[in-house]
């Protein structure tokens, strides 16, 4: 049998490991992981200073005019603890290594866990302790922070961030939040846009966070979609939002807006009593599983002369809600099925919630804005933020 060659990187390895008596030792403080590192990280300084100066280290010419010049010690965070390293220096001081730029003191892998602690709700104390017991690495609540606040610029970027012209689908929903303001800690609804592109795949949109909904507050959110580049949405799905059906309709005049019969059908149940439960539920369906328009409102005729004696307020929530109740019987089956229930942000948000849920307090807007972005990349990343159309029925 034709013998197997290792090549040279696997040779080194086994150079490297001859030697290792318990192999449970290799990330201690003292382990062979973090001698390597400081050797590879101190090896790939010298070449980049080999670059920079256009020679290697001992094939100096004479006439060279920038030459080396010392070293220098540094003290860097990684993941794996402190790392001392030996830098080499230029004559003319303008050496500047890219692996680590000067006046950084971390690797940025270590900053992504930073980030990923504070994005699922840990406080700065809290991060500070993880790090110190995972990777023996004493960090200041001050340079947490610092780290976290860096985040602001890009969560600004993203949210004013060019969008795509046109979005056939559109899912709006919110989740409170605590935060403190003025000294008292107050509840605050974190309002989502969460967008289906011609693709059939989801983005998110953009955060707002508010107080108090209303005409005025979407009117401000639609029009920022607008500004950013989106010229039409075909269809918006929510719940019954406060104002949102008015400012739509000034901002985006020919979208057809969708309320959720989800949430429709949980508030017509809300009061009624167990033993009609089953019956009201039965009687409900006919209205929404109506082929068309017509055979919905006869359905609802119905329901009334069944139930209105008993139950006024569930056939006057629905007639006063009926054309944003209905509009999804204007599309086909396929449709349809994406657009009467708000599941699809539903699921994002079930998803921001476990990030968030460790965060009973946020000291301000800032950090709601921060944690939430934080969450959705992590979303996106993990491909749980972009399912194709035909995956959310």
């Known amino acids: 049998m034709k013998k197997i060659q290792k090549d040279s990187f696997e040779q080194g390895l086994d150079l490297l490991l001859e030697n290792e008596k318990d ?10 992981f973090k001698k390597l590192t400081k050797r590879i990280v101190e090896r790939a300084l010298n070449s980049e200073m080999d670059d920079h100066l256009g020679y290697g280290k001992y094939n100096r010419n004479n006439d060279e005019n920038n030459y080396r010049n010392g070293i220098s010690s540094k003290t860097i965070l990684t993941e794996n603890g402190e790392i001392d390293l030996v830098i080499p220096r230029d004559r003319n001081s303008d050496f500047e290594p890219v692996l680590i730029p000067k006046h950084q003191r971390r690797f940025e892998g270590l900053d992504e866990k930073i980030l990923m602690m504070y994005a699922r709700g840990a406080t700065l104390s809290d991060i500070k302790a993880q790090l110190k017991e995972l990777y023996q690495v004493d960090i200041s609540p001050t340079l947490i922070s610092q780290i976290t606040e860096n985040v602001m610029d890009e969560v600004i970027d993203w949210q004013n961030r060019p969008l795509e012209k046109v979005y056939p689908i559109v899912y709006f929903d919110c989740i409170v939040v605590k935060v403190k303001q003025d000294k008292r800690i107050i509840n605050k609804a974190v309002y989502i ?108 005729n119905r329901f009334g002369e069944t139930w209105n004696v008993k139950y006024p307020y569930i056939v006057k929530s629905w007639k006063d809600n009926w054309e944003n109740l209905v509009s999804f019987l204007e599309f086909p089956p396929e449709i349809r099925r994406i657009t009467y229930t708000t599941n699809a942000i539903e699921s994002l948000n079930n998803q921001l919630r476990k990030f968030t849920k460790n965060k009973r307090i946020f000291p301000n807007d800032n ?12 979303i996106e990343k993990n491909g749980q933020c972009h399912p194709k159309i035909e995956d959310l029925h």
Request: hydrophobic letters at 40%; aromatic letters at 10%; charged letters at 25%.
């Open 23 to 32: 192999f449970s030792t290799l990330f201690n403080e003292d382990g062979l």
């Open 193 to 300: 846009a969460l967008g289906m592109n011609i693709s059939g795949l989801k983005d998110v949109l953009g955060l707002w966070i508010s107080e108090n909904e209303g005409a005025k507050f979407w009117l401000s959110n639609f029009t920022d979609l607008k500004n950013r580049g989106v010229s039409d949405i075909l269809i918006t799905c929510s719940d019954n939002l406060k104002g949102f059906n008015e400012a739509i309709k000034t901002v985006f005049p020919e979208t057809t807006h969708q309320l959720c019969i989800v949430h429709q059908i949980r508030n017509s149940l809300k009061y009624v009593s167990y033993k009609d439960l089953k019956s009201v539920v039965a009687d409900l369906k006919n209205i929404y599983k109506a082929v068309n328009e017509e055979e919905a409102e006869l359905a609802l």
């Open 367 to 378: 950090s709601v804005f921060k944690s939430f972005y934080l969450a959705i990349k992590n």
